[in-house]
Each structure stands twice: as structure tokens, then as C-alpha cells.
């Protein structure tokens, strides 16, 4: 058994595209080969990890986030400055 962990929005598409054997198929097939198991063997479980789908403000929060950590000299300046980034 396999279980997955996402965000509890997109339980309802997972589900949907799970349950139809035509559109999942070669999911199915690579995770199958990836796990070293029986196509027919699989079964996949949903499970909502309690976070909810990230807004484009968190997202553009993270990538600012991910920026200064990659840079260290552009988080020093945003600090130094009292700047605030924007894309």
C-alpha cells in the first residue's frame, strides 16, 4: 500500500484521476516499476496532510525566501536597506 500526502484540495482531483483506470494507468505503471511491485498490487491511498493549497502571496513569499538563502549578500542588503522585495 501506498500513501500519499497532500493538501486535502486536491484530494477530490487524486481521487478522480485514481479512480479512472484509463487516466492513471501509466502512474500506476511507473510507480510500479519505481517501487519493484505488481502493477495489479498497487493500491493508493489519499491522505490530506492538514496543510491547504499555498495562496500567490505564500508562493511569492517562498520563492523571496529562497532567493536571500541562495544569495547571502542579497539577504544582507534586504536587511541592511530595510528593503522589501518584490518580483
Do not use: C, Y
Amino acid at each position: 500500500r501506498l500513501a500519499l500526502r497532500g493538501p486535502g484540495g486536491l484530494r477530490a482531483d487524486l481521487d478522480a484521476l485514481l479512480g479512472d483506470p484509463g487516466r492513471s494507468a501509466p502512474l500506476r505503471e511507473n510507480l510500479a516499476r519505481e517501487l519493484a511491485v505488481d502493477v495489479t498490487e498497487l493500491a493508493v491511498e489519499i491522505k490530506d496532510d492538514g496543510s491547504r493549497r499555498m495562496t500567490a502571496e505564500q508562493a511569492t513569499q517562498q520563492r523571496m525566501s529562497q532567493w536571500m538563502a541562495r544569495d547571502p549578500r542579497l539577504k544582507e542588503a534586504v536587511e541592511e536597506l530595510d528593503l522589501t522585495l518584490k518580483e
